[in-house]
């Protein structure tokens, strides 16, 4: 099995809130062709009332299926475990960013770029709704992208992360 490394809390809380709702221990299956529906619909509309159930359904996707490899680190996804208003979102809108990727290049690899992209794309959106909204790591992160630096960020993080053994 293939070693995975996402945000716990809010990954099986998707996964249990699934379950449950379907009245089952485990979430069903979620194909690539509904997985894409859902980040469609949670990148159209984040704060929309479809885009929860469609959150959902994205970190079923990360967790089960193995066309896509999503790693949340403390370092690219610096609000997690923190107190951060709509935390949630921008935890789901890198899911969605890395998955999203992976289906339309074929090739299994976490891209932790296009997460932060659909971050700050989300971010942008709750902005527009809240002048007063603010989040210090994700701030931080879009400083690095202005000045041109994620990219080299991200590569050195990938550099430092310890490396898979065999499948």
């Not at 990148?43 to 469609?54: E, S, Y």
């Not at 967790?63 to 370092?75: C, H, N, T, Y």
């Not at 550099?159 to 898979?164: D, I, T």
């Amino acid at each position: 099995m293939r070693a995975r490394s996402v945000t716990v809390c809010a990954l099986l809380a998707a996964v249990g809130a699934v379950g449950a709702a379907r009245g089952r221990n485990e979430a069903p299956e979620v194909g690539e062709k509904e997985a894409r529906q859902a980040i469609a619909t949670f990148l159209k509309d984040p704060l929309g009332r479809a885009a929860r159930d469609a959150g959902k359904k994205i970190a079923v996707f990360v967790i089960q299926s193995k066309d896509v490899e999503v790693v949340v680190g403390k370092e690219e996804a610096a609000w997690l475990g923190k107190e951060v208003k709509h935390g949630g979102l921008l935890t789901m809108a890198y899911l969605a960013g890395s998955a999203q990727s992976q289906l339309d290049t074929g090739v299994v690899r976490h891209d932790p770029h296009s997460g932060l992209v659909q971050v700050f794309r989300v971010y942008r959106t709750l902005q527009q709704k809240d002048k007063k909204y603010k989040v210090a790591e994700v701030e931080k992160l879009l400083a690095l992208h202005r000045e041109g630096k994620l990219m080299k960020h991200l590569a050195d993080l990938h550099e430092k992360r310890p490396k898979k053994g065999p499948r």
